[in-house]
């Protein structure tokens, strides 16, 4: 029997390449999708395990160093930071070798070419070497040693086009400061596309400790110092200081998972794509050894009657299986991280630098490789059973029907899912308040999307007879017959479309959610926004008070007004006991915005209340908080407490969920530090001519390189295309499922091509063209492609107008649906269709005539 | 479901159940070909002829040579067959497993190239034509039928019977489809998929799709081998019929005697030679002349052309 079987591989090497293929696309759609999401959790462990690299840390309870976000909110009742004080008696301490402060921020470094330095999204941050973690050690030229000298990373170096010793302009907190570039230092690749500039630790001490605390201390031990023991010996100073010491262990653990945690969300969605992608990479599998073996039967009937036990049949079918599975699944692994690779590269032409290592580890190459061998031998067993019995002299009878599985459980499973994820979905969107909607939503969107795969041999060959009206009309005989070949196996057509199927439900939701997120940007801005003209300030980076200046000092500017934006803790002061203080954001808004560039709702009754020294607050925070107006409010900031009475509650979805003070009274409660202004906000002069405005903005903001003046319009879709930027890594997704798409499509065409060599003969003998021919095949493949596109298409885009419901709170307030970009992915499904047809196409039409006619 | 004709040809032609030589209706042509003298006497065959000048041939084979492979191992399926097909015939070709008769079917029909030799179809030289010329040819001037998957399973009875037609973009002759279909009586399974029909069924709608174009000849390969002798009768009745009411020409490859009993004429091959011919032949002479060409068919009758 193995002589047989390897005989017969041989002898059908076609089909035995095209059964492996199918077993290899499913394989690298799960292990590329694993792949995927292990590279970016390992990205972030890399940066977190190079950032947070001291024995001991000292830092306020319940703080998370080394968190990417680092300005968080202030926890309750707790110190804002560690004070810098503290620093020379941890250094006195035994066992401590090195005290470094945390300081950092972010800001802007000017290239060579005057321009911002800078790759992506990633931001540039500013920060001080720690003399504990080696790195100090490294650097080539000299550690900075005064405040106007810096030492860039050795990446962000290279985009600078900067050499060590050159002069440059940092823009820190908003405002230009003149630097030198004294040295640079490598530290791999757990920058993350980040742009690190190392300066001097006075000079940061002055920019981000201004009021002498720092989030954490990092205490490196001296040699034979235990971290326990040194965190032993800080605890007192520590609870002295209203702080916690924490071993690096800790620390180093804590902040990975505050990462995975925000990385949460990517995380799960890759992960349920990861499923979704082995339930169609065991279809496409299944298929595939479905067919092979039932144009074997006769085979297979034949060693039986030559005394062949239905056991020993069984075995070789399962035996090959089992061979091409395992074939596969390693070529699917190589292939599947190739993907990545690919992706990777991709990103990195992005700028987005990923972890310098692909991972390949133990459980995504094991589950890969069980995956595909495991469903091919499954897929095979259910044929080859039914071959192994089938009694050899009806298999050898001319014609071979063999009886579909009923496709009713799967479609009585997908129609018992279809309406619980429905209605999970509509649970979601009709109490958007419930913490649990966004699990809510997620779950139902996931439940109608297996539900759909479920359903497609029901949905599919419903849905192709409507499309291929056009084709049966307009193309006689190709439409009619393609439209045969297409619904005469539904569960195959179903299986071949489903890869497209779910990479176009996720386009089509993330377009409707782009567009919508547009829409209710646009629908805002042109709401409240009234100024002439917005400044805005690259994200991760702001204006600062000498920018507003300028700016404001430009001939035909009438007025230019930032919005402030900071954290401070909110506290009632109740006679009845009062609430516990809680971390709230706060705008800073001068009362002379309101009615001029910025118009908001009941705006009379909030600037009036911000003259009187009032409070104006959301109306949903002041709900969730159960304020009211005339409550008294305590603000407390790193930089100082202020008591205010609530004046006047607002709407404006402009302003945010967040308290509103006149923006001269914020650095009276926050440091520059903690305070971002991203925006500001001009008005121009009555008669005075745009253009000259505009040029004399654009003249005042150059030096700041990352500020753009931008009219009404040109803000609207810089806020779009912040949107797009989010959307980059689904449409990588999308490619791949595109990809996987397509060579399904080929492996099934050219499979059922083999599969109906004799009917092609028929056809061809009665007169059909080879043009024709391939045009059948062409439409067979549009009209699966085309198919899976709408269906995939109209899951996504219901499944997502379901979001402006449930997101209409964090300002998704319309439902925009981008039918310009969707009717581009149908086209884009035809010409996938189009390109998978012309190998099978070929094929087909190279078949002798004679192969029909004669018979085996 | 047999149609009304067979009742109307029963009485026209003698069948072979009658077990006796009968005068086809094309008598004329039949007596002035079969004078060709030397023949199995005992079958009343007669060594195989070339049409005289001026009969109306409708396909003609001219030293056609047919190898498979090449080299010491090649075959010779067919070595230098001449044969004239008539207008308006029912003719069968018969003879042993592997006398080539399928491959002069196909070479005939255009499906297969020959290795030399001409063969002209309807007046065009099928051998000279290239790819898409024969794709035309097959198209527009020939019908087919084979002995089995002669239908495609996804369309039903009546589109693959005007399949040929909508292939060449022609339109529906209604009044000739609806006598075509009720000639091979489907008129009521016409909205019928091939699986919804029987062995026999499907095999006349399968003629009624070679008819449906009107085709200079039709070839049929074996197209009875898979039905039972009622079935069988049906079809092969409804050919002959196609031939006697409609003009039809009709070649026909069959290893069964009883089916080329309803020929107009037999030509038998042996080893790649056309090696005897019979006028209105019945299942009795079919089968003494197969056994006159005996085990030993290689040497074949006295002035046939052998192997060389």
């Not at chain 1, 091919?376 to 029907?401: D, F, G, H, K, N």
């Not at chain 2, 065009?124 to 527009?140: D, I, K, P, Q, Y």
Request: hydrophobic letters at 50%; aromatic letters at 2%.
């Amino acid at each position: 029997m193995l002589t047989l079987a390897v005989r017969g591989v041989r002898e059908h090497l076609v089909r035995f390449a095209l059964s492996v293929l199918a077993v290899t696309l499913g394989v690298a759609f799960v292990a590329g999708t694993f792949a995927l999401r292990q590279m970016l959790a390992s990205t972030f462990d890399d940066i977190v395990a190079t950032t947070v690299t001291a024995d001991a840390y000292v830092q306020p309870p319940g703080a998370t160093t080394g968190d990417p976000g680092a300005a968080a909110p202030v926890p309750d009742g707790a110190a804002a930071g560690v004070p810098l004080d503290l620093v020379p008696e941890v250094e006195a301490l035994p066992g401590v070798a090195t005290v470094t402060p945390a300081l950092q921020g972010t800001g802007v470094l000017v290239g060579a070419d005057g321009t911002a330095v800078g790759s992506g999204g990633a931001p540039t941050i500013l920060t001080v070497l720690d003399p504990g973690d080696g790195l100090t050690d490294r650097v080539v030229g000299r550690t900075p040693a005064a405040a106007g000298e810096v030492v860039l990373e050795s990446a962000a170096l290279a985009r600078s086009g900067l050499a060590v010793g050159d002069a440059t302009r940092l823009v820190v907190l908003g405002e230009l400061r003149d630097v030198r570039v004294v040295g640079e230092v490598d530290v791999g690749p757990a920058t993350a596309g980040a742009t690190l500039v190392f300066l001097e630790r006075g000079a940061a001490q002055a920019l981000f400790a201004p009021d002498g605390t720092v989030p954490s201390l990092a205490v490196h031990a001296a040699a034979g110092t235990s971290p326990e023991t040194l965190v032993g010996r800080l605890s007192g100073l520590a609870a002295d200081a209203g702080a916690v010491a924490l071993t690096g262990e800790q620390v180093r653990a804590d902040a990975t998972a505050a990462v995975r945690e925000q990385l949460g969300f990517v995380s799960a969605f890759l992960l349920v794509f990861a499923a979704v992608a082995l339930f169609v990479g065991a279809f496409l599998i299944a298929n595939t050894f479905t067919m092979s073996v039932r144009q074997r039967l006769r085979e297979f009937a034949l060693l039986r009657a030559v005394g062949a036990s239905p056991a020993q049949v069984f075995g070789s079918i399962v035996a090959q299986a089992a061979v091409v599975g395992l074939l596969g699944s390693a070529l699917g692994v190589a292939g599947g991280i190739g993907l990545v690779a690919a992706l990777r590269a991709l990103l990195a032409g992005m700028g987005a630098q990923l972890a310098g290592r692909i991972p390949v580890d133990a459980a995504t190459v094991g589950v890969s490789l069980a995956v595909g061998t495991l469903v091919s031998v499954a897929a095979a067993a259910l044929p080859a059973r039914r071959a192994a019995l089938t009694p050899p002299v009806e298999a050898m009878r001319e014609v071979l029907s063999v009886r579909e599985r009923s496709l009713r459980p799967r479609t009585a499973a997908g129609a018992l899912l279809g309406p619980l994820g429905a209605g999970a979905v509509a649970l979601a969107a009709a109490r958007p308040d419930e913490d649990a909607a966004t699990a809510l939503l997620a779950t139902g969107a996931g439940l109608v999307l297996v539900a759909v795969l479920l359903l497609g041999p029901v949905v599919a060959p419903a849905a192709i007879r409507v499309l291929a009206a056009p084709a049966v009309a307009l193309l006689r005989p190709v439409g009619r017959l393609a439209r045969g070949n297409v619904t005469r196996n539904p569960r195959r057509t179903a299986s071949t479309a489903g890869a497209l199927t779910i990479g176009m439900a996720l386009v089509g939701a993330a377009s409707v959610l782009a567009a919508s997120a547009q829409g209710s940007t646009t629908a805002l801005v042109q709401r409240e926004v009234t100024a002439d003209f917005v400044l805005r300030a690259a994200p991760g980076t702001t204006v600062g008070p000498t920018l507003g200046e300028r700016v404001a000092a430009v001939t035909g500017v009438a007025s230019a007004s930032g919005l402030p934006v900071t954290v401070v803790t909110a506290t009632r002061t109740d006679p009845a006991g009062g609430d516990r203080g809680a971390a709230a954001p706060l705008t800073g808004v001068d009362p002379e915005l309101l009615g001029t560039g910025l118009r908001i709702q009941d705006g009379g009754t909030v600037a009036a209340a911000l003259r009187d020294g009032d409070l104006a607050v959301h109306a949903a925070l002041a709900e969730d908080r159960g304020w009211a107006v005339g409550d008294t409010l305590v603000l407390a900031g790193a930089a100082g407490e202020r008591t205010a009475r609530i004046g006047a509650l607002h709407t404006s979805d402009g302003i945010g969920r967040t308290l509103v003070l006149p923006a001269a009274d914020l650095p009276a409660l926050q440091p520059a530090a903690a305070v971002e202004t991203s925006t500001l906000l001009v008005t121009t002069a009555e008669g005075a001519d745009p253009e000259r405005v505009r040029a004399g903005l654009v003249a005042a903001v150059r030096p700041y390189v990352v500020v753009s003046v931008l009219d009404g319009e040109e803000f609207v879709s810089s806020l779009a295309d912040q949107v797009d930027r989010v959307l980059v890594i689904l449409y990588a997704l999308l490619g791949l499922s595109v990809v996987i798409a397509v060579l399904g499509i080929v492996n099934t065409l050219a499979l059922s091509v083999i599969e109906r060599t004799r009917e092609i003969g028929l056809l061809r003998a009665v007169g059909l063209g080879r043009l024709q021919l391939a045009g059948t095949i062409t439409v067979e493949s549009v009209l699966t492609a085309v198919t899976g596109t709408l269906v995939g298409l109209a899951v996504g885009v219901g499944l997502a107008s379901a979001l402006p419901r449930v997101y209409a709170d964090e300002g998704l307030s319309e439902l925009v649906v981008p039918w310009s970009s969707l009717g581009a992915m149908v086209a884009l499904a035809v010409v996938v269709g189009v390109l998978a047809a012309v190998w099978p196409a070929v094929r087909a039409a190279r078949l002798p005539v004679l192969d029909a006619v004669g018979q085996e | 479901m047999p149609g009304p004709g067979p009742a109307r040809s029963r009485g026209r032609h003698a069948r072979e159940d009658d077990g006796a030589p009968t005068t086809a209706p094309g008598s004329a042509l039949g007596s002035a070909l079969g004078s060709a003298p030397g023949s199995p006497a005992a079958a009343g065959a007669t060594p195989p002829a070339l049409a005289p000048p001026g009969t109306a041939v409708i396909a003609s084979a001219r030293a056609l040579v047919k190898d498979y492979g090449s080299g010491p191992t090649a075959v010779r399926a067919l070595a230098g067959v001449d044969v004239d097909l008539r207008r308006g015939e029912l003719t069968a070709v018969m003879g042993p497993s592997g006398s080539g008769k399928s491959t002069l079917m196909h070479c005939l029909a255009g499906l297969d190239r020959p290795t030399s030799g001409r063969v002209v179809v309807d007046g065009e030289e099928v051998s000279a034509l290239s790819e898409r010329g024969l794709t035309r040819l097959r198209r527009t001037r020939l019908g087919f039928v084979f002995q089995a998957f002669n239908l495609i399973p996804t369309l039903t009875a009546r589109e693959n019977i005007t399949l040929p037609l909508d292939i060449a973009r022609r339109p529906v002759d209604r009044d000739l489809l609806d006598e075509v279909v009720a000639a091979v009586g489907l008129a009521d399974r016409l909205d019928h998929r091939p699986s919804e029909l029987s062995g026999g069924q499907q095999q006349r709608v399968a003629c009624a799709r070679a008819l449906v174009t009107r085709p200079a000849v039709v070839f049929a390969d074996e197209p009875t081998g898979n039905l039972d002798s009622r079935s069988s009768g049906e079809v092969l009745g409804f050919l002959r019929r196609s031939v006697d009411t409609l003009g039809q020409s009709v070649v026909m490859v069959t290893h069964d005697p009883r089916a080329a009993s309803y020929a107009h004429r037999v030509v038998f091959l042996a080893d790649g030679a056309l090696v005897a011919e019979l006028h209105d032949p019945t299942s009795a002479s079919v089968l003494d002349v197969l056994a006159a060409l005996g085990p030993a068919g290689s040497t074949g009758p006295p002035g046939s052309p052998g192997l060389p």
